[in-house]
């Protein structure tokens, strides 16, 4: 963060989303309703996992820790984007620029590493139920979670250690309404071409390798399945068509960003408020609807809290 005290810019300004008063106030009601049924939806996730003893299994502990950083993630952005989109002037100090890259870096690797551990989880579960204890340990799941966050924490470092001391003399304006990396290295005052191609690849790299190593290992379980039982192929892809749904939401905007050669600032946006305040609320929303036993274990839940309220 010492680049704010070795260049002129101390804060950056976002343009925002749009300079209409009338769309700034749906896209304010629009963002608030979201971000507030994320958080709700995504608390109470963890909160049913985490006490009902139904669900106390690698896969729904996988899923709350999924709910966790989907909480970290949209509480990165979206929060700041609604309060900016009150005010005319939108700034951003040097060294919060550089914190909200970090923390979106950081917990978009920790959320790659995590789907493919859920993607792990339902091989196992459906391919080698028999041994499904034995494989998916409790130690297992807790080293697939600390994996996922030092691989997330150290893909954030790595991608910072080569702009944070970048010097930066003006423009300070940013054409969208949070800290991107590819438009942050642009505003700095020397040839970022290379670098900026580097850093976009990396993240474009992972983004790409990750859905397809997602998506493939989906088609083996399914050719797995359907060589041991064709009655069972329609069970399993009902099973995985959840995980699929979420992996495409979460992967598409991604690799949108960082592998379409013609930028379009409009395109942009709608999909940076799609990925910032929209998938996560879908996520819990497709894992709840989708899956029967959670359904039922929030039902117990309520059921425990309207008995609880009308003792009290």
């Known amino acids: 963060m010492d680049g704010a005290n070795q260049s002129g810019v101390s804060e950056f300004v976002f343009l925002g989303l749009s300079n209409s008063w ?9 963002s608030s309703v979201f971000y507030v049924a994320s958080l709700v939806g995504n608390l109470l996730i963890v909160l049913t996992v985490a006490s009902d003893p139904r ?24 929060p700041k984007m609604i309060y900016d ?35 792990f989880d339902r091989y196992v579960a459906i ?23 030092v691989i997330g924490l150290i893909h954030s470092v790595i991608q910072l250690a080569f702009v944070v001391d970048l010097p930066f003399c003006g423009p300070n304006e940013l054409d969208s309404f949070f800290c991107d990396l590819p438009r942050f290295i642009k505003l700095a005052c020397t040839e970022t071409y290379t670098l900026g191609f580097m850093v976009t690849a990396n993240s474009g790299f992972i983004s790409v390798a990750s ?28 099973t995985l068509s959840a995980h699929v749904t979420v992996v495409v939401l979460f992967f598409g905007p991604l690799i949108f960003f960082y592998t379409w050669p013609f930028p379009t600032s409009h395109l942009d946006k709608f999909l940076a408020i799609f990925d910032a305040v929209i998938t996560p609320f879908l996520n819990p929303a497709i894992y709840t609807f989708r899956n029967k036993e959670m ?3 929030m039902r117990r839940q309520c059921t425990q809290f309207l008995n609880y309220s009308k003792i009290s």
């Not at 493939?216 to 329609?234: D, E, P, R």
């Open 211 to 238: 859905f397809l190593i997602l998506i493939i290992s989906y088609i083996f379980i399914l050719l797995t399945v359907q060589k041991k039982s064709s009655g069972g192929v329609s069970k399993a892809l009902s």
């Open 295 to 297: 359904k039922a274990a």
């Open 55 to 78: 669900l106390q299994s690698p896969m729904y502990f996988l899923l709350a820790n999924l709910s966790i950083i989907d909480l970290i993630f949209c509480s990165s952005t979206a």
């Open 22 to 30: 009338e769309i700034q106030l749906l896209l304010c009601l629009f």
């Open 85 to 119: 989109l009150f005010r005319k002037h939108k700034t951003i100090s040097f060294g919060g620029c550089v914190v909200q890259i970090f923390f979106i870096h950081a917990v978009g690797g920790t959320e790659v590493v995590l789907l493919i551990a859920m993607a």
């Open 127 to 149: 391919c080698k139920p028999l041994h499904y204890l034995t494989i998916m340990s409790p130690q297992r799941c807790i080293s697939f979670l600390v994996a996922s966050w």
